[in-house]
Nanobody, 119 residues
Framework: QVHLVESGGGLVQAGDSLRLSCAAS????????MAWFRQAPGKERAIVAS????????HYADSVKGRFTISRDDDKNTMYLQMNNLKPEDTALYYC????????????WGQGTQVTVSS
């Protein structure tokens, strides 16, 4: 069993920064790739950024490239999302997720943390 807990969300103004954290516990050795997803009201959940185990391979959605940075510290069992120059369209519930070696999709999910960006 793996537990993921997000933190760091909040209400900010456009242009501000936030750093989200995702703390993993349980059978953390089974976690391979990790990612941040977000879901805005009325929209489907979409991947924002992903990172492999070790943190040397990252991918970003076009909408956040150059503004967001994903990282992970496997010694601390924590993943981060540094979000700079936030825009109102970044408003969403942000989830962290993880994969294991048994399946190609993300199987571990946190409960989400709300990010609201006012204009």
């Amino acid at each position: 069993q793996v537990h993921l807990v997000e933190s760091g969300g909040g209400l900010v103004q456009a242009g501000d920064s936030l750093r989200l954290s995702c703390a993993a516990s349980g059978r953390i050795v089974s976690i391979t790739d990790m990612a941040w997803f977000r879901q805005a009201p009325g929209k489907e959940r979409a991947i924002v950024a992903s990172v492999n185990r070790g943190g040397d391979n990252t991918h970003y959605a076009d909408s956040v490239k150059g503004r967001f940075t994903i990282s992970r510290d496997d010694d601390k069992n924590t993943m981060y999302l540094q979000m700079n120059n936030l825009k109102p369209e970044d408003t969403a519930l942000y989830y962290c997720a993880g994969k294991n070696r048994l399946r190609p999709d993300y199987v571990y999910w946190g409960q989400g943390t709300q990010v609201t960006v006012s204009s």
